[in-house]
């Protein structure tokens, strides 16, 4: 276990007997020559120069941001073992993994570990011989960690995943709620707690919990510009993600979200035999295949994790092209959450997705049945509402979704659907009157189904058998189709004009809103849905976003590789080729060799030597001495 705790070459030299060893002198050093970046992004650099003074902080920033430097660079300055409070084992170990490659004295403390290694952990973190520790929240608040801490020398607290802590974020975790133990023991050790999803009423609870009412507050953009956003009606969900995953990611490591363990069973074996490699991820596997599972993930370039969204809070995995969404996620927090998972690395990337009446009716069912209290389902209502809104809107989605965080967007963000194919409306009031008015003729007792056979004028065993054929409303809806009146009712649901009666039949009920349509006291607009959808590749809109000023270095490279040359082209599958084979001999996934964004730059600067190669971004000093040589044989190769 020693050679986990030491340095090798390039990064913050090695342990000169106390176990500290030669720090980096600032914050920008260690940038430079550990990570290999010239600059901070964003607020980075106001935040680590924060925490290195000794402030607590809270810091909000999206998914790819940066957050994990914030507190990483912070180790490397400041003296003492800095402490990692991280949710999942899997996230744990794929950032030590990263730290390890960089030269940095970092290890994990979990279950995964047996008894001896354990205890060496414990040897070198209370000796100084780490730099960063990350630990799960239910070892540190055992009296056995909290003692080891007593006798450590500490630089600081990083309580990663923060919205953890509160019982309206999407992902509770009890432990949480003990960290402020942290503060109670150790009151001059700074704190810095990091989540990428917060609202208004998150954030309040995440300060309130961890006792962090003084420490400052650091609120990024929640904007992700790289992502192209997508929310398409159901038809045939299969097939229509096929043919977006065919046009759109036809070699892409990616992720695609069902709501059941049957269904993620189901699509990862349809995928498969459609010649599409895909894995399955469910709570109900054995915990051995999870773990393969995601390890094969990990470590592949161009593998479909199918999963529910017991999936991908600990990925650290760059590369995800896209997220696709087979069901309606629960809330716009959650949606905004699984989402980030794609282009971490700043690279262009989709986020797809197919909703249906029937992913409402069953949100809303599990909803209720549930064991919570009246005031938490009346909050997880509001959320489910505002997540209806989003996919029905005909609004920029980027300037619905960034609003749901208290952030105005001025501009539509041109990256899209809403933007690259602007939606039509129409006055929807006659067609919603007629809607309603079928609601309420049969009894209120109805699905969409039914009501749309009435409509129009389908004489089917159903209608017959209630006699609704002799109703007034019954063919009075000829002039939209099937597909159109799908639209309508689930427009005037998402509009709160109907609701879902869970208690009776699961019929729809009209509200107060829509008795108010009815009596003519209120008009309609509604969207339409486009007749055809229209695919545009994820580069071609991130070359018009950019255009617009969105997005930055990172995402004009990858725009350049939507149009590279055969010769390029030829170079960056040889550079990637290089990259997994390095990564197999040494049992690391891919990335941590070197992200997606680093080998674009190769093919766009071809360095030819090493004084050339270190310029590159990514490229530090260990990375340097190890790596260099062979992706400058394959870059002279292909001279």
Same mark, same amino acid.
């Given at each position: 276990?020693?050679?986990?705790?030491?340095?090798?070459?390039?990064?913050?030299?090695?342990?000169?007997?106390?176990?500290?060893?030669?720090?980096?002198?600032?914050?920008?050093?260690?940038?430079?020559?550990?990570?290999?970046?010239?600059?901070?992004?964003?607020?980075?650099?106001?935040?680590?120069?924060?925490?290195?003074?000794?402030?607590?902080?809270?810091?909000?920033?999206?998914?790819?941001?940066?957050?994990?430097?914030?507190?990483?660079?912070?180790?490397?300055?400041?003296?003492? @073992? /800095?402490?990692?409070?991280?949710? =999942?084992?899997?996230?744990? +170990?794929?950032?030590?993994? $990263? *730290?390890? !490659?960089?030269?940095?004295?970092?290890?994990?403390?979990?279950?995964?570990?047996?008894?001896?290694?354990?205890?060496?952990?414990?040897?070198?973190?209370?000796?100084?011989?780490?730099?960063?520790?990350?630990?799960?929240?239910?070892?540190? @608040? /055992?009296?056995?960690?909290?003692? =080891?801490?007593?006798?450590? +020398?500490?630089?600081?607290? $990083? *309580?990663? !995943?923060?919205?953890?802590?509160?019982?309206?974020?999407?992902?509770?975790?009890?432990?949480?709620?003990?960290?402020?133990?942290?503060?109670?023991?150790?009151?001059?050790?700074?704190?810095?707690?990091?989540?990428?999803?917060?609202?208004?009423? /998150?954030?309040?609870?995440?300060?309130?919990?961890?006792?962090?009412?003084?420490?400052?507050?650091? *609120?990024?953009?929640?904007?992700?510009?790289?992502?192209?956003?997508?929310?398409?009606?159901?038809?045939?969900?299969?097939?229509?993600?096929?043919?977006?995953?065919?046009?759109?990611?036809?070699?892409?490591?990616?992720?695609?979200?069902?709501?059941?363990?049957?269904?993620?069973?189901?699509?990862?074996?349809?995928?498969?035999?459609?010649?599409?490699?895909? *894995?399955?991820?469910?709570?109900?596997?054995?915990?051995?295949?999870?773990?393969?599972?995601?390890?094969?993930?990990?470590?592949?370039?161009?593998?479909?994790?199918?999963?529910?969204?017991?999936?991908?809070?600990?990925?650290?995995?760059?590369?995800?092209?896209?997220?696709?969404?087979?069901?309606?996620?629960?809330?716009?927090?959650?949606?905004?959450?699984?989402?980030?998972?794609?282009?971490?690395?700043?690279?262009?990337?989709?986020?797809?997705?197919?909703?249906?009446?029937?992913?409402?009716?069953?949100?809303?069912?599990?909803?209720?049945?549930?064991?919570?209290?009246?005031?938490?389902?009346?909050?997880?209502?509001?959320?489910?509402?505002?997540?209806?809104?989003?996919?029905?809107?005909?609004?920029?989605?980027?300037?619905?979704?960034?609003?749901?965080?208290?952030?105005?967007?001025?501009?539509?963000?041109?990256?899209?659907?809403?933007?690259?194919?602007?939606?039509?409306?129409?006055?929807?009031?006659?067609?919603?009157?007629?809607?309603?008015?079928?609601?309420?003729?049969?009894?209120?007792?109805?699905?969409?189904?039914?009501?749309?056979?009435?409509?129009?004028?389908?004489?089917?065993?159903?209608?017959?058998?209630?006699?609704?054929?002799?109703?007034?409303?019954?063919?009075?809806?000829?002039?939209?189709?099937?597909?159109?009146?799908?639209?309508?009712?689930?427009?005037?649901?998402?509009?709160?004009?109907?609701?879902?009666?869970?208690?009776?039949?699961?019929?729809?009920?009209?509200?107060?809103?829509?008795?108010?349509?009815?009596?003519?006291?209120?008009?309609?607009?509604?969207?339409?849905?486009?007749?055809?959808?229209?695919?545009?590749?994820?580069?071609?809109?991130?070359?018009?976003?950019?255009?617009?000023?969105?997005?930055?270095?990172?995402?004009?490279?990858?725009?350049?590789?939507?149009?590279?040359?055969?010769?390029?082209?030829?170079?960056?599958?040889?550079?990637?080729?290089?990259?997994?084979?390095?990564?197999?001999?040494?049992?690391?996934?891919?990335?941590?060799?070197?992200?997606?964004?680093?080998?674009?730059?190769?093919?766009?600067?071809?360095?030819?030597?090493?004084?050339?190669?270190?310029?590159?971004?990514?490229?530090?000093?260990?990375?340097?001495?190890?790596?260099?040589?062979?992706?400058?044989?394959?870059?002279?190769?292909?001279?």
């Amino acid at each position: 276990m020693d050679s986990l705790f030491s340095y090798s070459g390039g990064g913050p030299a090695g342990s000169d007997g106390d176990g500290f060893g030669d720090r980096p002198a600032t914050a920008l050093d260690a940038l430079r020559t550990v990570f290999g970046y010239d600059s901070f992004r964003g607020q980075q650099a106001e935040i680590i120069d924060h925490v290195v003074q000794g402030g607590d902080a809270l810091v909000l920033m999206p998914t790819g941001g940066g957050k994990s430097l914030c507190y990483q660079i912070p180790a490397l300055v400041r003296d003492g @073992v /800095t402490v990692v409070v991280s949710p =999942l084992i899997a996230l744990m +170990r794929d950032q030590v993994t $990263a *730290l390890r !490659e960089l030269g940095v004295r970092a290890a994990f403390l979990n279950s995964s570990l047996g008894p001896a290694e354990a205890r060496e952990v414990e040897r070198a973190m209370v000796q100084g011989d780490l730099d960063l520790l990350y630990v799960a929240p239910e070892r540190l @608040v /055992t009296p056995r960690f909290l003692d =080891l801490l007593d006798r450590t +020398r500490l630089a600081l607290f $990083a *309580l990663d !995943e923060a919205h953890c802590v509160s019982q309206w974020g999407h992902d509770f975790r009890p432990e949480y709620l003990q960290l402020s133990i942290l503060h109670e023991r150790h009151p001059m050790v700074p704190r810095i707690a990091l989540t990428a999803t917060a609202d208004v009423q /998150t954030r309040a609870e995440i300060r309130e919990k961890l006792g962090l009412l003084e420490a400052r507050v650091f *609120l990024s953009s929640f904007d992700r510009p790289n992502i192209t956003y997508r929310v398409v009606p159901k038809k045939t969900e299969r097939q229509q993600m096929l043919a977006f995953l065919r046009e759109n990611h036809p070699e892409d490591a990616g992720i695609i979200y069902c709501m059941s363990r049957n269904k993620v069973e189901d699509v990862a074996a349809w995928l498969n035999s459609q010649g599409r490699e895909a *894995l399955p991820y469910h709570a109900g596997l054995p915990a051995e295949v999870r773990e393969a599972n995601q390890d094969r993930f990990i470590k592949s370039e161009g593998l479909v994790m199918v999963a529910t969204v017991a999936f991908g809070m600990g990925i650290d995995k760059p590369n995800v092209r896209f997220v696709c969404h087979l069901d309606l996620p629960k809330s716009l927090e959650a949606y905004y959450q699984e989402t980030g998972r794609a282009g971490r690395d700043g690279l262009p990337a989709n986020a797809w997705m197919a909703y249906g009446m029937a992913d409402v009716v069953m949100l809303r069912q599990m909803l209720e049945q549930s064991e919570a209290g009246d005031s938490h389902r009346r909050v997880e209502r509001g959320k489910l509402e505002a997540m209806l809104g989003y996919c029905e809107t005909s609004d920029c989605r980027r300037q619905v979704l960034l609003n749901y965080f208290n952030e105005v967007l001025p501009e539509p963000c041109g990256n899209c659907d809403t933007c690259l194919e602007p939606v039509e409306t129409w006055d929807g009031t006659v067609a919603a009157q007629k809607a309603l008015s079928a609601v309420y003729r049969t009894g209120q007792r109805y699905g969409a189904g039914h009501l749309i056979d009435v409509l129009l004028g389908n004489s089917t065993e159903k209608v017959a058998q209630q006699q609704h054929d002799r109703l007034k409303t019954f063919g009075v809806g000829k002039d939209l189709s099937k597909a159109e009146w799908q639209s309508v009712y689930r427009q005037l649901v998402a509009a709160g004009l109907l609701t879902v009666d869970l208690e009776g039949y699961g019929g729809f009920r009209l509200t107060d809103a829509g008795v108010a349509v009815l009596k003519n006291q209120r008009e309609v607009r509604l969207r339409k849905d486009p007749v055809q959808e229209r695919r545009r590749g994820v580069h071609d809109a991130l070359r018009r976003h950019t255009a617009k000023g969105g997005g930055g270095t990172a995402v004009s490279r990858a725009g350049a590789r939507g149009a590279m040359s055969a010769e390029d082209d030829r170079l960056w599958h040889a550079l990637r080729d290089c990259r997994t084979a390095l990564a197999k001999d040494q049992g690391v996934p891919p990335y941590v060799i070197f992200h997606d964004s680093t080998l674009l730059e190769m093919v766009a600067q071809r360095p030819f030597d090493r004084a050339a190669f270190a310029h590159l971004p990514g490229v530090g000093g260990r990375k340097l001495e190890r790596y260099a040589d062979a992706f400058l044989d394959v870059i002279r190769e292909h001279g």
